[in-house]
């Protein structure tokens, strides 16, 4: 009996979910609204997005549609960050390294420090740096076949991460985060 109900319980679910993904007012895996099963204390009530803040989406709530922070990647918390290190350091945005996120938010394979100083190297899907993948450009990256790194055996604690010859490959002293700006 216990599979019978299993079964039953699966084929709603899957009927819901295919009634869902036509109807515009159930937003998608896509979107970036936070899960809310409570309804929020004081919630602005909305019925789209530009009725909210500029850091707040119109997300659906136990209570009807709300305005709710919207949830970020982290290619996009880490490129949001850079933005605001640029504006209470006051200097051009141009100037500091933003990651650069495609449209799903995620890391885009080619990273560039900035508009002003142009060296490239491939990322993980993390937004970690490949060794060996640095370039002077981006259309001289390769990540399919990156240099050949020498084996890194310092033995170092480095808060910033190790400091990269012109290849990317680590050297045995600390990344000074200053020389980035």
């Not at 560039?112 to 450009?137: K, M």
Request: with cysteine; proline share 6%.
């Amino acid at each position: 009996m216990i599979i019978h109900w299993q079964l039953i319980f699966g084929i709603l679910l899957v009927l819901y979910i295919s009634s869902a993904i036509g109807r515009k007012d159930i937003k998608l895996a896509t979107s970036k609204c936070p899960m809310v099963t409570e309804c929020p204390y004081r919630a602005q009530q909305c019925t789209e997005d530009n009725d909210c803040a500029v850091d707040s989406i119109c997300c659906k709530s136990p209570c009807g549609r709300v305005c709710t922070k919207q949830l970020f990647t982290g290619c996009e918390t880490l490129r949001n960050a850079a933005s605001r290190r640029a504006k209470s350091l006051g200097v051009d945005d141009k100037s500091v390294r933003k990651p650069r996120c495609n449209k799903s938010g995620g890391f885009e394979p080619v990273q560039c420090d900035n508009e002003i100083v142009s060296s490239c190297w491939c990322v993980d899907e993390a937004g970690f740096e490949l060794a060996g993948t640095r370039a002077p450009a981006a259309a001289l990256v390769n990540c399919t076949a990156p240099k050949p790194c020498a084996d890194h055996t310092c033995r170092m604690f480095c808060p910033h991460g190790f400091a990269l010859d012109e290849n990317g490959c680590p050297l045995c002293r600390c990344r000074d985060p200053c020389n980035d700006i």
